[in-house]
């Protein structure tokens, strides 16, 4: 089986910074794309960043120019660096892989971890 374990979240003041890890282990080949969700208090999960193995990224709008996402694919791990914290930014963060296995390739998520940002 394969998990996905979230670290690195807790409490900032606005302006501050967190960087969340994500690591991958199990029966693993390779992973695929490795993407970054948060879903606040009565709102739908958004996704908030996406990166290719080739490290291709993408990011939502709102995060632009703020939040770095970063792979160490060795480790098989994938990173989040969140600069310049705002209150919006609070929410639970998920992190998911398209998992490479033997037979498969599945996608897995993470159980998340909170950010809060908040003077």
């Known amino acids: 089986q394969v998990q996905l374990v979230e670290s690195g979240g807790g409490l900032v003041q606005p302006g501050g910074s967190l960087r969340l890890s994500c690591a991958a282990s199990?029966?693993?080949?390779?992973?695929?794309?490795m993407r970054w969700y948060r879903q606040a208090p009565g709102k739908e999960r958004e996704l908030v960043a996406g990166?290719?193995?080739?490290?291709?990224?993408n990011y939502a709008d709102s995060v632009k120019g703020r939040f770095t996402i970063s792979r160490d694919n060795a480790k098989n791990t994938v990173y989040l660096q969140m600069n310049s914290l705002k209150p919006e930014d609070t929410a639970v963060y998920f992190c998911?892989?398209?998992?490479?296995?033997?037979?498969?390739?599945?996608?897995?998520w993470g159980q998340g971890t909170q950010v809060t940002v908040s003077s």
């Open positions: 998911n892989g398209d998992i490479r296995m033997v037979y498969q390739v599945q996608r897995y």
């Open positions: 199990g029966s693993i080949v390779s992973i695929n794309a």
């Open positions: 990166i290719t193995t080739g490290g291709t990224t």
